[in-house]
């Protein structure tokens, strides 16, 4: 009780138990993974691996990290910084347009930059006729490689740092750059030595969220032929048939990913101090001439590179070829994802807030140990995630079947994974840490002493949530559910396997084609996916403009 | 939308209390659209509506392994042989006694658990300008030396690439498929990458000079109504493989019923449906494959270009074990 002098209600235990058990639950997929290390196994998948493929799949997945957190934090912060801090033509519209890319699925990025630049495509044939050369009469980088996925990861996910990055930029820098300028130094010097030091948590973090992405992603490494560690996973799951050696494999990589985690976290903890509310921005510096210029190519590019030129080549195809089976079919696909991604997004918030307010009035260090845990699932690939929950949910399932048929007569069949709440529990585990992120930042702006300035002014508990609390947190919770909404939009094996009997989703009808190696006709339903996405990313990026 | 949830929550119940046989639910890692139509006519002809689950089939596989007993799916049906091996080895297929599917395909393309219905080739696709086609006519040829540089084949861990190592291992034994393994991956003109039909283009366009696919694509890309997929394979030619030893390698697609399915009878009418002329024909003419029961007249003037061939013989069953072994041979040889 010694703590109730500092909130404005006694520490509901309730609730912090209510959101430990939440998170318990979101954990326990990731656990089941995880504890696959102590069952054993005969180890002779792993020594074969060892020997055979497993030193180049770290290799490559550790140039897969490096690649894409430089370029996911070189693109974010450089255009947030420009977009929050200077005045150059255009900036209006990048400030929201450089959101776009995010809901372009890496996969569909993948198909497309393939299709334009291998050798059989028009960059490469329209060289060789220009030119007259041959296979062996020049060089031209490919775009299947490490560093091609390395790109593409990076025009889709540089995003996460754009946003908390701006965010950082203008909350905390804005006022503290002006005074930097003020005592004499120049923009690159202030940029250098406060804007980039003060954000440095927020890119932090927008860099750990982008590399578990790319950790997590098997649909454009593999089209990529890329070898990664997560390609490890599935070959040792699907090929050599040995599930114990897969789960195992997802555990070592929950490791490291854990260590990233920490990181980011003890990165982030030696900065609280410097959260605060909002200040009001500080003056835009103009850019003139070359320098303009340099600022507009500089946001021109990712946006270009994520989004306009995919999209234009998209709807190319889509013209071209296409979907035959485009049509009334399609609204009912579009209907599924949007349902899909709604219902998830809506709980995803919920948990998020209980989870936050869960980790902020407890006494202990437990739930806040427990958010993290749950974070976890944000670097599991979908379909382990689908395992790690199919594994814990169908025995709950049969017993539920077992006592409903005791109770009623009849048995009901698999209530949970027959229909989507499965699914949705799988889409909580994998994404929660998106929508969790973003919730506890914006609950860090209310600070212990605006709660004890309510309440000293006569303001309820109910009152200072309603008063005080929302009004600050409103638009995290906003970006908190588009974020998981766009998303889920995008997810693509879980929801292959976890979904119920005749319900196909955008995504779902894209890799259907997509496998049967008809990419023109897929781009059909990677258009409606990210015409689909586009709606909650504008809405975003009008939250950002504004803010 | 509130009424949408409510239903797709409750969609697990109403299928399994529906009255046994007048549905059917399919799990499914067959990914062509035009079968929608073959599941049309068979809910026509029978009136047993098709419930689908299409998804990739190793985590199809692990799904019906959780459901356990209460598992809604009767029939999983894939588009290869080793994962209906998988299947089979993990103790999910019931038997299925049929004089109907007993009659029609022959033994070697069937177990007593699972069912081929329709066969694809490994064909071998050379640029007709760099490569003379006596040096690509058998899949040990593409190991020769000779080849250097000229060899494009997708990814060694592809189960159509997996199968055929399978059917080696059985014909030539580990060693010899091993030292094979190696001879290619010395011929590569680039790291393995893209899908089969990415491999029939890159031939055509000179990025290397003989490529391993699936027949289905090759036929696919003859029938195309793009002018550039005509002149692709107007630029390649397609050898059958290993006519004067143990035949083309084939991979089937194939089901078989669930051990707990709940609608038994359903289930073994649909496997027999496979297997009629209208299923058989349909195979050939929407997924250019070949027909597995005998005697089927197919028109598809690709697969009629494509000609007849001699295909492996050797027990579907026995060939698809081998998977694993592949992989791993194929991983000490370093094919990615």
């Known amino acids: ?547 | 939308m509130h009424k949408t949830l409510i239903a797709a929550l409750l969609a697990g119940a109403s299928l399994a209390a529906s009255a046994a046989d007048t549905e059917l639910n399919l799990y499914s890692a067959r990914h062509y659209q035009t079968d929608d139509a073959l599941y049309r006519n068979f809910e026509k002809a029978t009136g047993i509506k098709i419930n689908r689950i299409e998804a990739q089939e190793d985590a199809l596989l692990e799904r019906i392994r959780n459901e356990g007993a209460s598992s809604p799916a009767d029939v999983f049906i894939t588009v290869d042989a080793t994962r209906l091996a998988k299947a089979d080895e993990l103790g999910l297929f019931a038997p299925v006694k049929s004089a109907v599917l007993e009659s029609r395909i022959p033994a070697h393309l069937r177990t007593a658990d699972w069912f081929a219905f329709s066969t694809r080739a490994r064909v071998i696709v050379y640029n007709k300008i760099a490569i003379q086609g006596a040096d690509v006519q058998t899949y040990e040829q593409l190991a020769d030396p000779k080849l250097r540089k000229q060899v494009c084949v997708r990814s060694g861990m592809h189960p159509y690439n997996l199968s055929l190592g399978a059917a080696m291992i059985a014909h030539e034994g580990e060693a010899k498929t091993e030292a094979w393994a190696r001879g290619l991956v010395a011929n590569f003109a680039r790291a393995p990458k893209g899908g089969d039909t990415d491999q029939i283009k890159a031939v055509a366009a000179g990025e290397c000079g003989v490529a391993l696919a699936n027949s289905y694509y090759v036929a696919r890309m003859m029938r195309s109504t793009q002018a550039d997929d005509r002149r692709a394979i107007e630029a390649v030619g397609v050898v059958w493989p290993n006519q004067q030893s143990w035949g083309t390698h084939i991979n089937v697609s194939g089901g078989g019923m669930l051990k707990h399915a709940p609608h038994k009878e359903a289930a073994v009418k649909f496997l027999e449906y496979l297997a009629s002329d209208e299923a058989q024909i349909h195979f050939a003419d929407g997924n250019n494959e070949w027909p597995t029961v005998t005697g089927v007249k197919v028109r598809n003037p690709a697969l009629e270009r494509l000609g007849p061939f001699k295909a492996d013989t050797l027990e579907i069953g026995r060939t698809s074990r081998g998977a694993a072994a592949a992989q791993r041979i194929f991983d000490r040889a370093g094919w990615r």
């Open chain 1, 1 to 547: 009780m010694s703590r109730a002098s500092r909130l404005p209600f006694s520490v509901p235990h309730g609730l912090t138990a209510a959101g430990s058990l939440c998170a318990l639950i979101l954990a326990l997929p990731i656990a089941v993974v995880a504890g696959s290390v102590f069952v054993g196994g005969t180890g002779e998948t792993w020594a074969h691996l060892l020997a055979t493929v497993l030193p180049e799949f770290l290799a490559n997945t550790g140039w897969l990290v490096l690649g894409t957190g430089l370029g996911v934090a070189a693109i974010g912060v450089s255009c947030a910084w420009l977009t929050a801090m200077t005045e150059f033509p255009g900036r209006r519209v990048f400030e929201w347009a450089l959101v776009l890319p995010m809901a372009f699925p890496a996969y569909v990025l993948a198909y497309v930059y393939t299709d334009l630049l291998q050798f059989v495509g028009p960059v490469q044939s329209g060289l060789r006729a220009f030119f007259g050369w041959t296979r062996a009469d020049y060089w031209f980088p490919d775009v299947r490689s490490v560093g091609g996925a390395c790109a593409m990861f990076s025009l889709v996910l540089y995003p996460y740092v754009y946003l908390l990055a701006r965010t950082a930029f203008l909350a905390r820098a804005g006022s503290l750059a002006e005074a930097a300028r003020a005592a004499g130094l120049g923009p690159w010097q202030t940029f250098r030595r406060v804007s980039l030091p003060l954000a440095r948590p927020a890119v932090v973090a927008g860099v750990g969220l982008a590399l578990m992405e790319a950790l997590a992603d098997f649909g454009t490494v593999s089209y990529f032929a890329v070898q990664t560690f997560t390609t490890g996973i599935f070959r040792a799951w699907f090929s050599l048939g040995d599930r114990l050696a897969a789960a195992q494999l997802a555990a070592a990589l929950l490791a490291c990913v854990a260590l990233i985690l920490v990181l980011e976290q003890r990165s982030r903890g030696r900065a609280r101090h410097a959260a605060g509310p909002r200040a009001r921005p500080g003056e835009r510096a103009p850019l003139r001439g070359l320098r303009a210029l340099a600022a507009w190519l500089t946001c021109l590019v990712p946006l270009t590179g994520g989004f306009l030129l995919p999209g234009a080549l998209l709807l190319r195809m889509a013209f071209r070829e296409g979907d035959a089976q485009f049509g009334p079919r399609y609204l009912e696909l579009m209907r599924n994802s949007v349902v899909l991604a709604a219902v998830t997004a809506v709980c995803a918030v919920l948990l998020a807030v209980l989870l936050a307010y869960a980790a902020r009035l407890a006494q202990s260090r437990l739930p806040r140990l427990l958010n993290r845990l749950v974070g976890l699932g944000y670097a599991l690939p979908g379909s382990v995630i689908a395992v790690g929950v199919l594994i814990p949910v169908t025995q709950l399932d049969h017993a539920l079947a077992a006592a409903l048929g005791a109770l009623t007569g009849h048995t009901p069949g698999l209530l949970l994974t027959g229909g989507i709440s499965a699914l949705v529990y799988a889409y909580l585990v994998r994404y929660l840490t998106v929508a969790l992120g973003s919730v506890e930042s914006g609950l860090a702006r209310v600070t212990p002493s605006m709660d004890e300035a309510a309440r000293s002014l006569g303001c309820s508990q109910g009152a200072t949530l309603a008063r005080v609390h929302w009004p600050l947190l409103r638009g995290s919770l906003l970006t908190a559910g588009l974020l998981v909404f766009v998303d889920v939009m995008k997810e693509l094996p879980a929801t292959l396997v976890m979904r119920p009997f005749n319900f196909d989703t955008l995504a779902t009808q894209a890799y259907t084609l997509a496998s049967d190696e008809r990419l023109a006709e897929a781009a059909t339903a990677s258009l409606a996916i990210v015409a689909a996405g586009l709606l909650p990313v504008i809405l975003l990026s009008r939250r950002i403009s504004r803010s």
